[in-house]
């Protein structure tokens, strides 16, 4: 069975950093891109980044360019987020999300605020 297993999530400050994992089973990893998305109350579910089966190429929303990085290590079958400079807007349920096959992680809170 497909399962994705977001952790990392919590409170953090304004400015600060987070890291996210998704940890990955039931498919062969490395044969599928992956995708961060995130969920705000009352908004919908916007992609975040996304990366390719081999990590070469990355994409992410403007909103988050030049603060969060996408990467993967497939021997570990765990996609990482990492959020630098941390805005309350970034508040929001961060989901991980199988391209190809259309499956999501549970999803995993972020609160920034002071």
């Known amino acids: 069975q497909v399962q994705l297993v977001e952790s990392g999530g919590g409170l953090v400050q304004p400015g600060g950093s987070l890291s996210l994992s998704c940890a990955a089973s039931g498919f062969t990893f490395s044969m599928y891109a992956m995708s961060w998305y995130r969920q705000a109350p009352g908004q919908e579910r916007e992609l975040v980044a996304g990366?390719?089966?081999?990590?070469?190429?990355?994409n992410y929303a403007a909103s988050v360019k030049g603060r969060f990085t996408i990467f993967r290590d497939n021997a570990k079958n765990t996609v990482y987020l990492q959020m630098n400079s941390l805005k309350p807007e970034d508040t929001a349920v961060y989901y991980c999300y199988v391209v190809t096959l259309r499956r999501w992680g549970q999803g995993t809170q972020v609160t920034v605020s002071s």
């Open positions: 990366i390719s089966r081999h990590g070469d190429s990355t």
